[in-house]
Nanobody, 120 residues
Framework: VQLQASGGGLVQAGHSLRLSCAATGRALSNFFIGWFRQAPGKEREFVGQISWSGSLTYYEDSVKGRFTISKDRAKNTVYLQMNSLKPEDTAVYYC??????????????WGPGTLVTVSS
């Protein structure tokens, strides 16, 4: 599967942004799609994930209540809706895929990320 994240940009603190992750190459029925981010000078960190089949979602505490992951199966696209953005959310955001039942280290098919910059 090939993934392409898009939708990043410059936004003021407190505002919202929606990222998209378009998937091509194969059926996703047995996959989870995850969102990750990497801030300048920091390690890449997990943000959250969604199951392609069903509605299982998970969010890290740092974004819980502010970020929402959803999907549009017809468009083969996963979204990351980011509300109440903070300067510390500034990072390059990536999406990745893993097979259902595998752990977080199995995430792969990394595509180019999209930069989100939150100004204070």
């Amino acid at each position: 599967v090939q993934l392409q994240a898009s939708g990043g940009g410059l936004v003021q603190a407190g505002h919202s942004l929606r990222l998209s992750c378009a998937a091509t190459g194969r059926a996703l029925s047995n996959f989870f799609i995850g969102w990750f981010r990497q801030a300048p000078g920091k390690e890449r960190e997990f943000v959250g994930q969604i199951s392609w089949s069903g509605s299982l979602t998970y969010y890290e505490d740092s974004v819980k209540g502010r970020f929402t992951i959803s999907k549009d199966r017809a468009k083969n696209t996963v979204y990351l809706q980011m509300n109440s953005l903070k300067p510390e959310d500034t990072a390059v955001y990536y999406c990745a895929a893993k097979l259902r039942g595998s752990d977080r280290t199995a995430y792969g098919s990394w595509g180019p990320g999209t930069l989100v910059t939150v100004s204070s």
